[in-house]
T-cell receptor, first 111, second 115 residues
Framework: GQNIDQPTEMTATEGAIVQINCTYQTSGFNGLFWYQQHAGEAPTFLSY????GLEEKGRFSSFLSRSKGYSYLLLKELQMKDSASYLC????????????FGTGTRLLVSP | DTAVSQTPKYLVTQMGNDKSIKCEQN?????MYWYKQDSKKFLKIMFSYNNKELIINETVPNRFSPKSPDKAHLNLHINSLELGDSAVYFC??????????????FGSGTQLSVL
């Protein structure tokens, strides 16, 4: 079966660092994606991991441990505009881009 | 210059009606998808087409019928709408590339409300 778990909601303060965790149990694994979704808008791509380790992209970093079925998204120097839902998604099929999404983590950044 | 565009953005209709949502992408992608996002924000794949061929069909009631006239378009027709169909429907596209990092580009969503 497919199971992807994330915390439902997190809060943080502007300028701080926040880590959003994702654990997964899927029938196959061919990469893990993080997407950002602002309220009422479409999800947009943030990061991709397929090998173990940390991928850094500006204020955002994503980590993967395949043996533990675990990933996290790290957001540094939080800004108000980072208030959004963050969706963890696992691709379980090498050929067809089938992404299985978690329920998302709603992050609220306060002043 | 919208990459993935879907219409309408809002759709309010009565139970039992038939409705369609249209999607078009100008990114030159060969694969398109329909995702459903429920009230709990859970995003789940419904269908995927690659070069007009259906490649993913996720146990969706056959009241839902996707149609892809060409690889730039994927429309979704829903017959006999039910209350439980109320959700936000997202169209997406990607390129079925050799590299695994190919990401999805989503349309802005269609909020369907069935009364």
């Amino acid at each position: 079966g497919q199971n992807i778990d994330q915390p439902t909601e997190m809060t943080a303060t502007e300028g701080a660092i926040v880590q959003i965790n994702c654990t997964y149990q899927t029938s196959g694994f061919n990469g893990l994606f993080w997407y950002q979704q602002h309220a009422g808008e479409a999800p947009t791509f943030l990061s991709y991991n397929v090998l173990d380790g940390l991928e850094e992209k500006g204020r955002f970093s994503s980590f993967l441990s395949r043996s533990k079925g675990y990933s996290y998204l790290l957001l540094k120097e939080l800004q108000m505009k980072d208030s959004a839902s963050y969706l963890c998604a696992v691709r379980d099929d090498a050929g067809f881009q089938k992404l299985v999404f978690g329920t998302g983590t709603r992050l609220l950044v306060s002043p | 210059d919208t990459a993935v565009s879907q219409t309408p953005k809002y759709l309010v209709t009565q139970m039992g009606n038939d409705k369609s949502i249209k999607c078009e992408q100008n990114l030159g992608h060969d694969t398109m998808y329909w995702y459903k996002q429920d009230s709990k924000k859970f995003l789940k794949i419904m269908f995927s087409y690659n070069n007009k061929e259906l490649i993913i069909n996720e146990t969706v009631p056959n009241r839902f019928s996707p149609k892809s006239p060409d690889k730039a378009h994927l429309n979704l027709h829903i017959n006999s709408l039910e209350l439980g169909d109320s959700a936000v429907y997202f169209c997406a596209s990607s390129h079925r590339a050799r590299q695994g990092s190919e990401k999805l580009f989503f349309g802005s969503g269609t909020q369907l409300s069935v009364l």
